[in-house]
């Protein structure tokens, strides 16, 4: 308001006395002035302003097509995942699924077979055989004698097989020799991932039968009838599984004893 006012005053001096510089003013013409004046030329060293190219009224129906050329400049992606649920292999597996045209033939369809896992946890008691569970775990390897006949088994009965008289415990010698051998090379499913394997008989001094056990420390592809008679040491698991798998035996020759 005070520059106003002081413009009106001394003719717009800042200063009074001293003569006031106006600045010169830009006049220009619109482009629609210079059409109605018949196309006016421009000063030179001024560059012409593009107007607007006039816009045209689409039909309604046309407004959503898209020329050719444009579809094919940017085709439509579409993304199949994004329509449909992932497909996993989690589930039931479904090997048989039929189904007859005609519902009345239901009766006689064939039944549908799946795969699926079991796994189920049960009590199991080994009765008269506990002891023999019991002497694993504490290195000892158990046999039992008849009361009657004096007839000696390494693997343990409650009775004898030869006269029915009940039995008792007694410790089998920790070593004895190979009275045969067989290489597996398949087995149940607990001992498939340790396939091959070699399955021995051994035969302890002073014992009627003979103890079924695995014998380790031997190549089973280097297997040899030499192995027959071979001199064998009983070792144990130091932590027990209360499997019969708890003791095997090693050869004695180079295998030090523990």
């Not at 002081?6 to 001096?13: H, I, K």
């Not at 048989?96 to 699926?116: T, Y």
Request: aromatic share 10%; with cysteine; glycine share 8%.
């Amino acid at each position: 308001m005070a520059r106003e006012r002081r413009r009106r005053e001394g003719g717009g001096a800042r200063h009074p006395g001293r003569p006031t510089k106006r600045r010169p003013v830009k006049r220009t013409v619109s482009a629609a002035r210079r059409r109605e004046a018949g196309g006016a030329r421009r000063p030179a060293g001024v560059a012409a302003k593009r107007s607007p190219a006039p816009r045209v009224a689409t039909p309604p129906a046309e407004r959503g097509a898209k020329s050719p050329a444009a579809s094919a400049r940017k085709p439509l992606r579409i993304y199949p995942e994004q329509f449909a649920l992932p497909e996993t292999d989690e589930g039931t597996v479904l090997f048989n699924v039929p189904f007859p045209a005609d519902l009345q033939d239901l009766k006689s369809m064939a039944p549908i077979i799946i795969k699926q896992p079991y796994h189920i946890d049960y009590i199991h008691s080994y009765g008269q055989d506990s002891p023999f569970f019991a002497g694993l775990a504490n290195r000892k390897l158990l046999g039992t004698v008849c009361t009657a006949c004096g007839y000696r088994y390494a693997t343990p009965k409650r009775h004898c097989m030869e006269c029915g008289a009940e039995c008792d415990w007694f410790e089998l010698p920790q070593e004895g020799r190979v009275h045969t051998f067989t290489v597996c090379h398949f087995g149940s499913e607990e001992f498939l991932k340790e396939t091959p394997f070699v399955l021995a008989l051994i035969e302890f001094e002073g014992v009627n039968t003979l103890f079924l056990t695995r014998l380790v420390g031997l190549d089973p592809a280097d297997a040899s009838l030499d192995w027959v008679g071979m001199k064998v040491r009983a070792r144990f698991r130091r932590l027990s599984k209360f499997k019969p798998t708890d003791v095997y035996f090693v050869p004695t020759e180079g295998v030090p004893a523990r």
